[in-house]
Structures are given as C-alpha cells and as structure tokens.
C-alpha cells in the first residue's frame, strides 16, 4: 500500500469512501452488512486505514454500518473521518446537535478527519454567516480533541473556494476537491490544486473515476491507452493520475463490490506515475471527450452586454457542459443544479427571452437561445 505523510501520520493513499457501499436490491437505503464488513475486513488488511463517510450517505445509514464494522478493530488502528452536512441548508442552524448524533451513529468518541461538507455557490453565505456558529463549534470540538483534523470538501468554482480559505483558510488542514483528468481541465482542477498549493494544503481527492465514468472508455481512447501500458487496466490510468500530483494525499474511491476494492488495491500496492507521454496522451484524449460532447464556448462574454436579462450566458453553459457530461450515460448530475440554485431566478437559463440578441455577437456562432431551451427541460 502507498502511503502519504501527514503531520506524522502515514495516510494511504487509497480511503475507502463510504458512498457508495454495496446494498439489497438496488435500495440506497439498505446496506448489505456482511459484505461491507468482508470488504472493511480486505481493506484493513491491505493496509487501507483512511475511512470516509457523511452524514447524508446511503440515507444516513452508512455512518452506522461503517461505524459498526471498523468498531472490530482497535481505535487507532484507522482513521475515520465524517462531515457536516451544509449541502442542506436546514441543517445549518443544528451543527451541535447533527455533530452529537454523528459520534453516536459511528460509535466514537472523536473523529480524526472532519469536514465542512460541499462547499458551493448554494451554501457559501450560510458557512460563513457567524450567526449559524457552524466554525465556532467546530474549532470548539477541535480544541476538546473530538475532531483531530479539521478541512472541508467543495465543488463550487474558484471564486468560492478563495471565499471560504479567506475567512477559514488558516484553520484548513486539508482540502478535499473532485479530481480526475477529465475534471483537471472540464472543472478547473488544477487552478483549484494550485489555489490550495498556494495555501499549503494538501489535497485529498473525491471522484477520482467521476462516479464510474473513467472505468470505460470508448474503443479507441482504451486501445490508446492500452498501448502506452498493456497491462494497465483503464480505471487504473484514473489513479496513475493522481499519483502524478505532488500534493495529492488521500485518493478516496468509493467501491461497491469486493472486485472493485481488490482492483483499487491492486493499483495502490505500488505507485506508477504517468510519464510526460503518457499525460500529454491522457490530456489528449481529455480534449477528445469534451470537444466532442459541449457547446464551445471561449467566454469572451460578447454575449452578456446584448441580453436584456443580464444572464452570465457563459457561465450557464459552462453549466449546461458540466450537465450534459455528468449524464450523458445515466449519471446523476447534481452540480449544476446546486450551482443555478444561488443564482436568482431572473438571471437563470428560464429567463432567456429567445430574442437572439446575444447570438448576432457571438464568434463562435453558438445557438444560445437553444441551449438556454435544452438546459431548462434537462435540469426539469
């Protein structure tokens, strides 16, 4: 197993995300108990020591099974780590009692690694609206030691992530973002690891497969690859990947299976990183996957100074890019639709009065009163 240093502890690299633990019959809500512990049993002895759940997972439930099957073994033998769920506003005025419930759900006494979850366009004011007392309480519980390290997650853009590190940033150990090589490019990955670079903290990586969709390939992007390493499987290139950014910690996968964790484990028994031709390949084929299937947009924002609406058109189809990638293959697209969720009503895609102003000055030709049709009845 690889591990990574951190403030003297050694992390592996590989956590064991709790996302998406296997269930009965297709039901989120239903966790299959036994083969979860099987699969925390293979994890613990391949030296997997890094376990992640959320208050929202599987219903709620994954905090009491995962807490259930890591209670077998002695506490410091792994590192758990839990989050504040801030993704539902409801539950911003309720940090100390959602906390409490979380140590009981998991059975213990403190979390090692806890998180202000989601981080985004829809819930940055309430974080850092003082009223809610959600930072004041947590650097409580950290100076108590129920909470050993404190960080957060986040899939809003830039400019809110600088938001959040310029209020809390030097109360951050960790930062945990979506990465991948699509998303290095797709969602500004690497300005968001820069912008962390600059803070000095280290990165933990979420989706680092996009929810499955980097396990496939179409035929002649996997025949590639499959030339540049014959006896590399293709989710593998995903985690070769993250191995090949310095300040990448923490990779969590969340494995619905015991094939998947064994592959996983397979890939982090030993660290490969991608050479300077196998990246510019793997960016390569990047290119392929989103010219093929976005609006191409350059932001040049000729368009915004022309709609009576004052809708930020580029941003919306950055969104609608974001959309159609994330479920082009049945996926569940939820970014977009948190991100249109801080955005008031008159300035969303809805509002676009299809007077075609905008499209007489935009380069690139873009049929944007389309595209603001197409998003609305996709988001429903």
Request: aromatic letters at 10%; one cysteine or more; glycine letters at 8%.
């Amino acid at each position: 197993m690889i591990y990574r240093d951190f403030q003297g502890m050694k992390l592996s690299m590989l956590g064991f995300g709790a996302m998406r633990l296997p269930v009965h019959d297709g039901n989120d809500s239903d966790i299959d108990r036994e083969l979860t512990f099987r699969m925390v049993d293979d994890a613990m002895k391949s030296g997997i020591n890094y376990y992640d759940t959320a208050w929202g997972y599987h219903n709620g439930n994954s905090e009491i099974v995962l807490g259930e099957a890591l209670a077998r073994y002695p506490r410091d033998s792994f590192y758990l780590a839990s989050k504040f769920p801030g993704y539902d506003l409801s539950n911003m005025p309720k940090v100390r009692e959602i906390f409490e419930q979380q140590l009981k759900k998991t059975g213990t006494d403190y979390f090692d690694f806890y998180l202000f979850h989601n981080v985004c366009e829809m819930n940055i004011e309430q974080y850092l609206d003082p009223k809610y007392g959600i930072y004041d309480y947590l650097i409580e519980q950290k100076k108590n030691g129920r909470i050993r390290h404190l960080g957060f997650s986040g899939h809003g853009e830039i400019d809110v992530l600088k938001r959040f590190l310029d209020a809390y940033g030097e109360s951050m150990e960790f930062g945990q973002l979506q990465l991948n090589y699509l998303d290095w490019k797709f969602q500004h990955g690497k300005e968001k690891v820069d912008l962390l670079n600059e803070r000095g903290i280290p990165v933990w990586v979420m989706e680092p497969v996009r929810g499955g969709k980097l396990a496939h390939l179409p035929g002649k992007m996997e025949e590639k690859l499959r030339n540049l390493r014959p006896d590399e499987d293709i989710p593998a290139w995903a985690f070769r990947f993250l191995q090949s950014v310095p300040s990448v910690t923490v990779v969590l996968s969340g494995m619905s299976d015991a094939d998947q964790l064994a592959a996983n484990i397979r890939t982090f028994e030993e660290e490969k990183p991608l050479t300077d031709p196998e990246m510019e390949a793997l960016m390569g084929i990047v290119d392929e996957m989103m010219s093929g299937r976005s609006v191409p947009c350059t932001a040049c924002h000729y368009c915004t100074s022309h709609c009576p609406q004052q809708i930020d058109i580029p941003r919306m189809i950055e969104l609608y890019n974001e959309h159609l990638l994330t479920t082009e293959d049945g996926g569940f697209g939820f970014i977009a639709p948190m991100a249109l969720s801080a955005i008031p009503a008159e300035r969303q895609p809805a509002a676009c009065l299809h007077c075609r102003s905008c499209e007489k000055v935009c380069p690139q030709q873009i049929k944007i009163s389309e595209v603001m049709t197409d998003f609305v009845q996709k988001i429903g």
